[in-house]
C-alpha cells in the first residue's frame, strides 16, 4: 500500500521550527499542520510566538487561531482535527508538514494514539484538587505513578493536568492510560512519516530563549494579556499557559516587572528540556542542528529534501551529517 507522505517538524520552543517549515513549504508545494498547544487559541499571539501573516508568508497554516481561549481543548480533539486538516491538504495535492513542539499532539497522529473521550467526572475533578490543596500535588504523582509507572516517566511532577488526565482516564476505563495507548496503536496508521527534529546547542538555545522573552515584553505582552482579560472577563483557562499566568501574577501584584520577565524566562528554559526530554526518546526522529543564518537554515532545506529522495529510494541513511 503506498501511503500519502507526511513530513513532521518538532523539537523545543525557539529552536527554529517557524522559519525551516515555511521554507520548506514553499519548495514541495507544502501547507502546515501546528502541533502547538497555545497557538491553537486565538488572540494568544505574542506569548505564543504564533507567526504573523507576513511571516507566514502565504503559506497555509491549519489549526492556529483555531479555539476560543474558554474552551477546554482535548488531545482527542487535536487528533481530530489534524486528520481532517491532513486530508484537506492531500486532497489539494499538497504536501502536509505537522510542526510543533507538543509532544504529545504530534503523537497522537503519529503514532495513532486513540484518546478515548470520557465525560469529566466533575464531583472527582473536584476531589482531586482538594487532595492536591491538602495533600500536595507530588502526592497525586505518587498516586498515579503507583497506577502506571510507564506513562508517568514522561510526566513532569508539578504538570498538574496531566497527573489528573492518568487518574481521571483509570477511574473512567479501570485501565491505564499506557494500556489504552497500547490497544489503539494496533490499528495500522493510514500514513507515512518522516520525521525531523531541531536540536540547539543548550547555551545557544537559551539565549535565544531569553531575547525571545524580551522581545514578547518589548512587543506588548503585559497588554496582550490586559484585553484578553477584559475580552473574556475572566482569565481562561488558556492562559494558565507559559508566559501568560506569570503577566496575570504582575497585574495582580505578585510579582514585580523584573521577577515577572526573569520568571517568564526560567519556566521558558526548564519547558525547552521538557520538550527535548520527550523528542530524545523518538528513535525514528532525524536530528538537525539549530541554525543561525539563512545559510544554515537553507542547509537544513537541502539535507530535508535529501532525506526524502533517498527514503523515496528505500535508501534512507541511518545517520544524517
Not at 30 to 54: F, H, L, R, W
Request: aromatic residues 8%; glycine residues 6%; hydrophobic residues 35%.
Amino acid at each position: 500500500m503506498n501511503k500519502p507522505k507526511i513530513i513532521v517538524i518538532c523539537g523545543p520552543t525557539a529552536s527554529g521550527k517557524t522559519a525551516l517549515s515555511i521554507e520548506l513549504a514553499k519548495k514541495i508545494n507544502g501547507e502546515i499542520v501546528s502541533a502547538d498547544s497555545m497557538q491553537i487559541y486565538k488572540d494568544m499571539n505574542i506569548g505564543t510566538a504564533k507567526p504573523t501573516i507576513q511571516e507566514q508568508d502565504g503559506i497555509k497554516h491549519y489549526l492556529m487561531d483555531y479555539v476560543s481561549p474558554e474552551k477546554r481543548y482535548s488531545v482527542a480533539e487535536y487528533k481530530k482535527d489534524a486528520i481532517n486538516a491532513i486530508e484537506e491538504i492531500l486532497k489539494n495535492k499538497k504536501v502536509p508538514i505537522i510542526v510543533g513542539g507538543t509532544g504529545l499532539y504530534i503523537d497522537s497522529v503519529v503514532k495513532g494514539i486513540e484518546y478515548n473521550e470520557i465525560n469529566t467526572d466533575l464531583n472527582y475533578r473536584k476531589e482531586l484538587d482538594k487532595i492536591a490543596e491538602s495533600e500536595g500535588l507530588e502526592y497525586l504523582y505518587q498516586k498515579a505513578k503507583s497506577i502506571d509507572e510507564e506513562a508517568m516517566k514522561k510526566i513532569s511532577h508539578n504538570d498538574k493536568k496531566r497527573i489528573f488526565r492518568v487518574l481521571e482516564l483509570y477511574k473512567a476505563t479501570g485501565k491505564t492510560k499506557t494500556q489504552l495507548e497500547i490497544e489503539s496503536r494496533e490499528k495500522e496508521n493510514p500514513y507515512e512519516f518522516t520525521i525531523f527534529g531541531i536540536e540547539t546547542e543548550r547555551e545557544k538555545l537559551y539565549n535565544r530563549i531569553n531575547a525571545r522573552v524580551d522581545n514578547m515584553i518589548k512587543q506588548g505582552l503585559i497588554k496582550e494579556v490586559e484585553e484578553i482579560i477584559i475580552k473574556y472577563n475572566s482569565f481562561p483557562t488558556a492562559m494558565q499557559g507559559l508566559g501568560y499566568k506569570e503577566v496575570k501574577e504582575y497585574l495582580d501584584g505578585i510579582l514585580t516587572k523584573e521577577e515577572m520577565t526573569e520568571k517568564i524566562k526560567m519556566e521558558t528554559r526548564r519547558y525547552a528540556k521538557r520538550q527535548m526530554t520527550w523528542f530524545r526518546r523518538n528513535k525514528e526522529i532525524i536530528w538537525l542542528k539549530g541554525v543561525e543564518n539563512k545559510e544554515e537554515l537553507q542547509k537544513n532545506i537541502d539535507i530535508i529534501l535529501e532525506v526524502l529522495k533517498w527514503k523515496q529510494m528505500k535508501k534512507l541513511p541511518k545517520k544524517i551529517s
